[in-house]
């Protein structure tokens, strides 16, 4: 009887310890004795609405500085739009510090979603989304190849005042881009970079020899590529160009082709690339 009396009193006097801790702890009293008063935000906001990201903290803040729950405020405030990362954390006696880092929009990936500086996807919905980003298509897995060939393709192509506005990886592995002047390019599978380098070469020297505006660019062939230029811009009835135009180019001993359209395409052959032809074609507008 004795042993049962003293195992009831230690009982007791453990739960009389413990029960204000665990009250304190689970927000059950104190609150009121220490409160979290001052909320710091850390961070550069430019896009995160800094009374979103107050409203979405004072709840847990409410249970004061020993009952917030540190784990389910972060939670929260990574799901806010534009938050890339979350950290909250508590500083004697009354502060609750939110550090917020935003995602930095690179580009568009798809109709829905964006693309961050690091890589990371999120969704474009509830956001002002900035003008002028690039629109990227492809395996979400392939992210990191479009970023390496996007940024090559735009050192290329600045010079001649020149950007780059989509880029394309299908499921057959095929690349394709737009560029600012409305011109398509067809890179296809294989040695994309390598086709679309020697492209960039030629083209100031294609856009001098013709001043119309051209409508895409498929650089698929192994020895050569088919431009097809907008018919709208060219004078008179005259499709293709002359080859005898472009400096160091002279004609092929190939006749002129027929393309599928019906409109005939001249072949020319170029000095600077042996075996390299490109075919001018003229495109319905």
Do not use: C
């Amino acid at each position: 009887m004795n042993a049962f009396l003293r195992l009831v009193a230690w009982l007791l006097a453990l739960a009389l310890v413990t029960l204000p801790v665990v009250a304190v702890i689970q927000g059950w009293v104190g609150a009121e004795r220490w409160p979290l008063r001052t909320l710091r935000v850390v961070g550069d906001l430019e896009r995160v609405d800094a009374a979103r990201l107050r409203a979405t903290v004072m709840p847990y803040a409410h249970r004061g500085f020993f009952a917030v729950r540190l784990e389910d405020a972060q939670a929260a405030v990574a799901k806010l739009p534009w938050v890339e990362s979350a950290e909250v954390r508590k500083q004697w006696p009354d502060v609750l510090i939110v550090r917020v880092e935003e995602h930095r929009p690179f580009a568009w990936w798809g109709e829905d979603q964006l693309l961050s500086e690091r890589g990371r996807f999120f969704p474009s919905a509830d956001v002002a989304v900035p003008k002028g980003l690039p629109r990227f298509e492809g395996p979400v897995s392939r992210s990191s190849d479009l970023v390496a060939l996007y940024n090559e393709a735009r050192a290329l192509f600045a010079p001649m005042g020149i950007d780059v506005q989509a880029l394309r990886l299908d499921a057959r592995g095929s690349w394709s881009m737009t560029l600012s002047n409305g011109a398509e390019l067809l890179l296809g599978r294989d040695d994309a970079r390598l086709r679309l380098a020697r492209f960039a070469r030629l083209l100031p020297q294609l856009q001098a020899q013709d001043p119309r505006t051209l409508a895409r660019a498929d650089l698929r062939y192994t020895n050569g590529f088919a431009l097809t230029w907008r018919e709208a811009d060219a004078p008179g009835k005259t499709i293709g160009t002359p080859a005898s135009a472009v400096p160091g180019v002279e004609p092929n001993a190939a006749p002129q082709q027929a393309n599928p359209a019906g409109n005939t395409a001249r072949v020319a052959h170029l000095k600077t690339f042996p075996m390299f032809h490109f075919r001018s074609t003229a495109l319905p507008t």
